[in-house]
């Protein structure tokens, strides 16, 4: 048998095999360890290499004895083990052969996982179809809920109708489509942490379908525009705990090699929810009076299955493993796993990291642990970044297409009717096109995607700003607008598109994760509210041409946010995230701007194949649980 070290492309990682100095005192661990504030080397470190094999197994027999699973130390042992050297499995003389070929699978077959993972993922996921199908049910119902409700906001071709103040409608409008997100960002997603602290990731869940479920029927019914504003407002506090918790749940629950491409499927979901929204608004279109009442009223849909299915998941290990709960923890990770071994590996390799985590963090409140965002380096540099991509998603311009592409295309000269079947085009792009960034997300990095889409999507909405500038009585007017908003989903779909709920999902430690993504889904839908608001007054202000453009340009400072600010994640297991976030701010910046910048352009500029980059991060250790190409001879 030979053993394969990995060889990743593209990652700006190696890995340095050293030895250190150990202090038995603290339980065999380094006593040269890297600081989890501040890790000016770029080391990351496996809090269990190197701890000698007695120090080890010591170790191991004073956790369970402190976890109560006695029963299992010899399976602990054999998991510590496996833990420490992931690459070196091969080697342990206590493996048997099925234990071992389980291990090789991890790399061999890594998408061969339990049916009760993917469950999981994928039930809890639809929680985001409710998301999108609310944005194109309003988007459809904006062309008749105004009108019914004495505010329209749309100026008829045949001119200004006297006494209707359009410009005070547009406001109302615009408020009363931020509701969902208001609520979410100023209530929501901030009660997600004190939930999750008492009744864990499932029972959150289970509470955001029920608002999702009931107060979209309410919005269905309302009878006035303050009424439907304060069931969108409701709605926000079931979306913004869902936002919060389903990420952190799915990413929990995965191993690191494919955690992205499942973590995505929030993104999936929400894009399956947009195009099956523009489906329903064109399924009742024709059903007058009532027929915005069902666009609105039909996202309630995807919450049922949500409501039903969240009883038959797993608890997250890791939420258990926070509580103390060590045997329900291993019972959780039993459904998520291939074997016990597996099970038991992740089981122990967690709880090494989390102490480590504890001596830097420690305990703490709701109120301390909000503060702490901002105080301890290695968690405020996780709320930059986390910030950074949340912030990239509302400055590309997509939810100006999802909340209002049915305006912007009658605004393009588009009947009602027409404009409803070009947003059915966005929908059904931006959902296919999300499909392979289940296999770039953990291949290409999140980083890459990010740096790849965002140029794109400038470029594209410019050319949509520009072909306003076409005579309306010409048919490549709407055309030509129309495919190039649709060129612009496709490249948003695989990259900004999943990545930052995938991101922020991931990058805080255990402690701060809830809290942590509270903050990062409230800024992506703080400004999701404000765009919501301002939109129909920019499209009055700017023009159609102006608004895209200034959107283009926004893209463009997007791109430069995230070169120096947002470090890779892919394929790092949740607690090994802790050292790259120890890295300095300022030593990542610095590092893309002396290093990567010119690299990437004697490669691809001079087209130099001999350029070679030095790495950022030094591996010390066997970091990577699983990933370790093992094969047969």
């Not at 990995?6 to 600081?35: C, F, M, P």
């Not at 001596?359 to 968690?379: H, Q």
């Not at 200034?550 to 430069?560: D, Q, R």
Request: hydrophobic share 45%.
């Amino acid at each position: 048998m030979t053993t394969d070290n990995y060889n990743e492309k593209g990652d700006l990682a190696h890995i340095d095999q050293t030895s250190g100095e150990y202090d038995h005192e603290r339980q065999g661990s380094r006593s040269q360890s890297v600081s989890l504030n501040r890790n000016v080397t770029a080391r990351i470190q496996n809090p269990l290499a190197g701890i000698p094999r007695d120090t080890l197994f010591y170790n191991v027999e004073q956790f369970a004895q402190e976890a109560n699973l006695q029963d299992m130390i010899p399976l602990l042992k054999k998991a510590a083990l496996v833990a420490q050297d992931p690459p070196a499995f091969e080697q342990i003389a206590e493996l048997d052969e099925v234990e071992r070929d389980a291990l090789r699978n991890e790399v061999l077959h890594k998408w061969r996982q339990p049916f009760a993972l993917y469950f999981t993922v994928i039930l809890c996921s639809i929680g985001a179809a409710v998301q999108g199908w609310d944005q194109t049910g309003s988007n459809g119902a904006n062309l008749s809920w105004p009108v019914d409700f004495g505010v329209p906001d749309a100026i008829p071709k045949s001119g200004r109708v006297p006494g209707v103040d359009y410009d005070k409608n547009s406001w109302i409008v615009g408020v009363v489509n931020s509701g969902p997100y208001i609520g979410s960002a100023f209530f929501g997603c901030w009660c997600s942490d004190p939930l999750n602290n008492y009744i864990g990731r499932r029972g959150v869940i289970f509470f955001s379908a029920i608002f999702c479920f009931f107060t979209v029927i309410g919005s269905a019914v309302s009878q006035n525009w303050e009424q439907l504003f304060v069931t969108r407002l409701l709605l926000g506090i079931g979306m913004g705990s869902k936002a919060s918790t389903v990420p952190i749940y799915a990413a929990e629950n995965c191993p690191a090699a494919i955690r992205g491409g499942l973590v995505m499927s929030w993104q999936m979901w929400t894009a399956f929810g947009i195009f099956l929204g523009f489906c329903a608004n064109l399924a009742v279109y024709d059903v007058v009076p009532i027929g915005w009442r069902l666009q609105l009223g039909s996202a309630m849909i995807p919450a049922l299955p949500l409501l039903v299915g969240t009883y038959f998941c797993p608890e997250s290990p890791r939420w258990y493993i926070k509580k103390g709960r060590y045997a329900n923890a291993f019972r959780s990770l039993c459904r998520l796993r291939n074997t016990q071994l597996q099970a038991a590996r992740d089981l122990y390799y967690i709880h090494a990291q989390i102490q480590e985590e504890a001596d830097i963090i420690g305990r703490s409140n709701y109120i301390t642990r909000f503060i702490e965002l901002f105080t301890i380096p290695r968690v405020r540099r996780a709320t930059g970044a986390s910030f950074t991509v949340m912030l990239a998603q509302q400055m590309c311009g997509i939810n100006i297409i999802a909340f209002y592409s049915s305006t912007v295309f009658v605004e393009a000269g588009a009947g009602n009717l027409e404009a409803l079947l070009a947003s059915f085009g966005f929908g059904l792009v931006n959902f296919v096109f999300a499909w392979p960034a289940v296999w770039t997300i953990d291949t290409w990095g999140r980083r890459n995607l990010l740096l790849f889409t965002f140029p794109n999507m400038a470029w594209t909405l410019l050319a949509a700003g520009l072909c306003f500038l076409i005579p309306e009585s010409s048919r490549a007017h709407l055309g030509m607008i129309a495919f190039f908003i649709f060129l612009f989903a496709a490249f948003y779909s695989p990259g900004e598109g999943p990545v930052p709920f995938t991101y922020s999902a991931e990058v805080f430690p255990l402690s701060h994760r809830e809290v942590g993504m509270a903050w990062a889904v409230a800024t992506c839908l703080f400004w999701a509210a404000v765009l919501s608001i301002s939109f129909p007054r920019i499209l009055h202000a700017f023009t159609a041409l102006g608004a895209f453009c200034f959107y283009a340009g926004l893209n463009l400072t997007a791109f430069v946010l995230i070169f120096f600010f947002v470090p890779e994640t892919k394929q790092r297991t949740l607690e090994e995230l802790d050292y790259v976030f120890a890295v300095p701010t300022r030593t990542h910046a610095k590092y893309q701007l002396t290093k990567a910048l010119p690299w990437w352009f004697k490669r691809y500029i001079l087209c130099n194949k001999r350029a070679k980059l030095e790495p950022l991060y030094h591996f010390e250790g066997a970091v990577a649980v699983g990933r370790a190409a093992v094969v047969k001879d």
